[in-house]
């Protein structure tokens, strides 16, 4: 009897050491909890919720067309794991004020016009101008320019998603298109391979300057289309990984011919060659990923009239039909909405991206002019928003909710 409590006692014992002991090991600051999902509750939910689990909770009112005094957003993904002292951010609607923001859906969307980008500093033109005609810019002044239109209130938009009447842009802020021609090497400068067989991208030429806004500004929404010519990049030994890499990370490519050709100096044949053999070659490197939008070199033919035009919208070369949705001339101001009654994608005008103090539709100039008809989102791709008094400008050519104010 006294042996059978004796062990009794010790089991007892060893048992309580046990407990104690897996007690101190488990991590005191760690909850084991997950991140809930807060989008539709109220502040005063995200606040229980931070003082159960000992988060850092920041609220941030903004302009958002979700549901007056809803979360719209959080910082923490839904079930991942959180610890004490994380830090939430949630972001509570204030709805949208169409008047203070001077929503307007019909408004005009500057498409800028970019060619080369040289990492020099001894230009001797006006502002980041490299040429006189201001066709190539440098690397500096290609920075400003984005700084410039980031702090102006623009957000980019893909070319093809507006000539599709998609306008994704948070409410308040207007859409910037940015393209460049010809293909040229400092578009896309590789400089090697890494050790994945990756290419390395030179951080002075065009996209690695975007790429560098990329990671800056988050919410820019940095996307380019290029336009290219038979040379595609000029980097023979790296055209299949440049292409590629650019679908793959937001870009596009379309077609600017095969030989950079004027339209209005050729043959129909020839004009077919020319847009058909591009197309073939998008094909061969990346099947389904280019976009099917030329810009016209030369910003030729001037006149949609001009009997070569349907060719470059309409062909067939080596047995493959083609059918071009858009063209782009060259030159001289901002575009209309793609809501607005004269919008026509098969001939949209660019903004030539360079400095003439001020003058003759340079990027200051159109930029003046936009401060008055620029496009200003409503922040729902799904519905355009303009003032009662224009109603009268919107052709709604994609079908979506038109709400006026
Ligand atoms: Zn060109």
Not at 180 to 188: E, V
């Amino acid at each position: 009897m006294k042996k059978i409590n004796k062990i009794l006692i010790s089991l007892i014992f060893f048992c309580l050491i046990l407990f104690v002991g897996i007690y101190i090991f488990i991590p005191k600051n760690n909850t084991n909890n997950l991140m809930i999902n807060l989008i539709g509750k109220t502040k005063e939910d995200a606040i229980d919720f931070a003082n159960k689990n000992k988060l850092n909770l920041e609220i941030k009112e903004e302009n958002n067309a979700f549901e007056i005094n809803k979360i719209f957003k959080q910082s923490i993904e839904v079930d991942s794991k959180i610890n004490e002292n994380d830090n939430l951010i949630i972001y509570v609607s204030k709805g949208i004020n169409y008047e203070e923001l001077k929503v307007d859906e019909s408004g005009n969307v500057p498409i800028m016009m970019y060619h080369g980008i040289h990492n020099i500093t001894d230009n001797k033109y006006t502002g980041g101008n490299v040429d006189k005609d201001g066709y190539q810019r440098t690397t500096e002044a290609f920075k400003k320019d984005l700084e410039f239109y980031y702090n102006s209130g623009y957000r980019m938009v893909r070319l093809n998603d507006y000539v599709n009447g998609i306008i994704d842009v948070e409410a308040g802020y207007s859409p910037i298109i940015i393209t460049f021609d010809d293909g040229l090497s400092n578009n896309i400068k590789v400089t090697g391979l890494d050790e994945n067989g990756n290419i390395i991208i030179d951080p002075n030429c065009a996209v690695g300057v975007l790429e560098s806004f990329k990671q800056k500004y988050p919410d820019y929404n940095v996307t380019a289309t290029f336009f290219v010519n038979g040379g595609l990049f000029n980097q023979s030994e790296y055209n299949k990984k440049i292409l590629n890499w650019l679908v793959d990370n937001g870009y596009d490519i379309g077609n600017h011919s095969y030989s950079h050709a004027d339209f209005t100096t050729i043959s129909k044949e020839k004009s077919v060659q020319e847009i058909g053999s591009i197309y073939n070659l998008l094909d061969k490197y990346i099947p389904g990923k280019y976009v099917n939008i030329v810009a016209l070199p030369f910003g030729s033919p001037y006149d949609k009239s001009h009997s070569n035009f349907n060719s470059i919208l309409k062909g067939v070369y080596n047995d493959k039909e083609y059918n071009t949705i858009a063209t782009l001339r060259v030159g001289w101001e901002a575009e209309y909405s793609p809501f607005n009654k004269n919008f026509d994608k098969t001939f949209l005008k660019r903004i030539r991206a360079y400095d003439n103090n001020g003058k003759e539709f340079d990027i200051e100039m159109n930029f003046k002019i936009l401060e008055s008809n620029r496009y200003i989102s409503d922040g729902d791709k799904n519905t355009i928003t303009i003032p009662k008094d224009k109603e009268d400008k919107i052709n709604n050519l994609f079908n979506l909710n038109v709400n006026t104010y």
